[in-house]
């Protein structure tokens, strides 16, 4: 009789639903994917990274998955704006940090601040939240790193103060200035030609600046190429924020030919007319200098336009952009004589 209820007892167990079986199991909780891409040396990254991040992943817990994607090299950048336009973001609109919840992008302080928890309130009562199914995905989450083995001290590098970011907008600032300054003495010396009151030919160590001038302009070009073309940081100093600047979409010129390389083409071209002026004595040696005006006239003035952008577009500046703002600037001016003396000439021949 024992063996019979003993029987009938397990009979009964098996013959349970599975769901009664499980009802002591706690179900599983649902999770939320995001992925931040963020980059070194960016405040706002830092600004997210440190103080809205952590609260949220205390709050959630396990519920929470972060992964953190770092920019370092041109080709993340890229693929960062390719991940953009698929989610309808243009260039201009693409920006670090830039947080990715499920097909939604949040891009900037403002937005993960602001709209973050309520996405993931509103998907973890819809059951959880997997990675988009993007191509662009598949490389850049390789390299993620989970938010709870982030640690500040070991991955952030040390951010430049207050001091240091005002010095640089100020210094951008000067130089817009300056280079507003010589090309309204440029246009007063030109209109002076006209009255027939050219400049003099530059005469000792000015002479000699030209040449030196373009050398060291096109050795910061040459960094800055490197730097585009080898994916490397750039080192920056106490002033400015140049990978900032390099990662930004006016990095290039019509989104195709690295600014650097611009400026090489530029600095190469002017250094060959100064050497064509000492070497030959032809028809193109005697109106060298006015090339090399139009040259640096035309630098001086995307000088102008980039810095325009670092300051009110990207708010951030590069000590290599400026200092050869400053380089070209100071080629146009020594260049003034001849342009003046081939306008006097041209205009008593009239």
């Known amino acids: 009789m024992r063996q019979f209820l003993i029987a009938l007892f397990v009979l009964l167990i098996t013959s349970l639903p599975s769901s009664v079986k499980a009802a002591d199991r706690p179900s599983e909780q649902p999770i939320v994917h995001t992925v ?59 920006s670090v940090p830039f947080l990715l919840i499920g097909q939604t992008a949040l891009i900037g302080v403002d937005e993960i601040q602001n709209q973050l928890p309520g996405l993931i309130d509103e998907h973890i009562s819809a059951g959880g939240l997997e990675y988009p199914d993007l191509p662009q995905l598949d490389d850049m989450l390789a390299k993620g790193l989970a938010f709870t083995s982030f640690d500040p001290n070991v991955h952030l590098l040390p951010q430049a103060g207050t001091n240091s970011e005002s010095i640089g907008m100020a210094l951008a600032w000067g130089i817009l200035i300056f280079m507003g300054i010589a090309l309204i003495l440029a246009v007063v010396m030109i209109l002076r030609a006209f009255q027939g009151k050219p400049l003099r030919d530059a005469r000792g160590w000015l002479g000699i600046a030209i040449p030196v001038l373009t050398i060291i302009g096109l050795g ?11 994916h490397t940081r750039a080192f920056c100093g106490p002033v400015g924020d140049c990978n900032t600047v390099q990662s930004s979409p006016y ?24 050497l064509w002026q ?67 000439v041209s205009d008593e021949e009239e």
């Not at 990095?251 to 100064?274: C, D, E, N, Q, R």
């Open 36 to 94: 931040l891409f963020w980059s070194n040396g960016c405040p706002y990254c830092t600004e997210v990274l440190t103080n809205i991040l952590p609260p949220l992943q205390d709050k959630y817990n396990s519920q929470l998955s972060i992964l953190l994607v770092e920019l370092v090299t041109l080709k993340d950048v890229d693929n960062l704006y390719a991940l953009g336009s698929t989610l309808g973001r243009s260039k201009e609109q693409v």
């Open 220 to 230: 910061a070009s040459l960094y800055l190429t490197y730097v585009e073309f080898t």
């Open 251 to 274: 990095a290039k010129l019509f989104g195709i030919i690295p600014i650097g390389v611009v400026g090489t083409l530029g600095y190469i071209a002017i250094l060959v007319t100064w």
């Open 278 to 344: 000492r070497l030959r004595t032809d028809q193109l040696a005697k109106v060298a200098g006015i090339v090399m005006y139009g040259m640096a006239l035309f630098g001086t003035l995307f000088s102008v336009y980039l810095t325009y952008l670092e300051l009110f577009v990207i708010r951030a500046v590069c000590i290599w952009c400026l200092s050869s703002a400053v380089i070209i600037t100071a080629l146009m001016l020594l260049n003034l004589p001849p342009i003046t003396q081939w306008l006097a």
